[in-house]
């Protein structure tokens, strides 16, 4: 299972950015895949996720961030509105083997993440 990201950069604050994620080796239409973010010094954070039931979002990113799938092409979206500051991050596409986004109704802890891309920085001035 392969992971790539692109579309990470420099943007000023209130910028648009949109992340995208490749994957090659992965059967992913019922599973579950999404951004994590991990600051400097901080804890990876789970930005947002999504399977074929439905899409999940961090609060901080609520109602700023769209999280989208193309499952002809195998690719994740990570479309970023209004960004801020805050929002200045590694951001890694990742996924669950053969899981779906919750588990008893709750979102997945991020060590259930089986794969991982190599990151895409965003950094927001």
């Known amino acids: 299972v392969q992971l790539v990201e692109s579309g990470g950069g420099s943007v000023q604050t209130g910028g648009s950015l949109r992340l995208s994620c490749a994957t090659t080796?992965?059967?992913?239409?019922?599973?579950?895949m999404g951004w994590v973010r991990q600051a400097p010094g901080k804890q990876r954070e789970r930005v947002a996720s999504?399977?074929?039931?439905?899409?999940l979002y961090a609060d901080s990113v609520k109602g700023r961030f769209t999280n989208t799938r193309d499952t002809t092409r195998n690719a994740l979206y990570l479309q970023m509105d209004n960004l801020r500051p805050e929002d200045t991050a590694m951001y890694y596409c990742a996924a669950l083997g053969g899981l779906g986004c919750t588990a008893d109704g709750k979102w997945r802890e991020i060590r259930d993440y089986a794969f991982w891309g190599q990151g895409t920085q965003v950094t927001v001035s």
């Open positions: 999504i399977d074929n039931g439905r899409t």
């Open positions: 080796g992965y059967t992913w239409r019922t599973f579950c």
